[in-house]
């Protein structure tokens, strides 16, 4: 089992950048691909990124190519969320989450993730 928990989040300018992180304890972390994800008010949970257990694979959803980045430090129990070029349309609560089942065709599947942070807030100004 894995405990996850976001930060870095805050408020920030429309072209800003942000960088989170998710902090992990418990033995098994490096086992698990992560996840992030994103929940605005009145929206369903999004899939925007995933990172293999290695860090050797990373997947983005089309929203977020090209400007986030994500990136682990297994020997520091840690992924990261680098935010670059933020848009208003980024604000929400960032989650990660760790992969353990695998069976969906892509790394988005919300059903094979568990073990979810508390999320952290990040707003983006216009």
């Known amino acids: 089992q894995v405990q996850l928990v976001e930060s870095g989040g805050g408020l920030v300018q429309a072209g800003g950048f942000l960088r989170l992180s998710c902090a992990a304890s418990?033995?098994?972390?490096?086992?698990?691909?992560i996840g992030w994800f994103r929940q605005a008010p009145g929206k369903e949970r999004e899939f925007i990124a995933a990172?293999?257990?290695?860090?050797?694979?990373?997947y983005y959803s089309d929203s977020v190519k090209g400007r986030f980045t994500i990136s682990r430090d297994n020997a520091k129990l840690a992924v990261y969320l680098q935010m670059n070029t933020l848009k208003p349309e980024d604000t929400a609560v960032y989650y990660c989450a760790a992969r353990v089942v695998s069976g969906c065709s892509h790394y988005g599947c919300l059903y094979e993730y568990r073990y979810w942070g508390q999320g952290t807030q990040v707003t983006v100004s216009s």
């Open positions: 990172i293999t257990w290695s860090g050797g694979s990373t």
């Open positions: 418990g033995r098994s972390f490096s086992d698990y691909a």
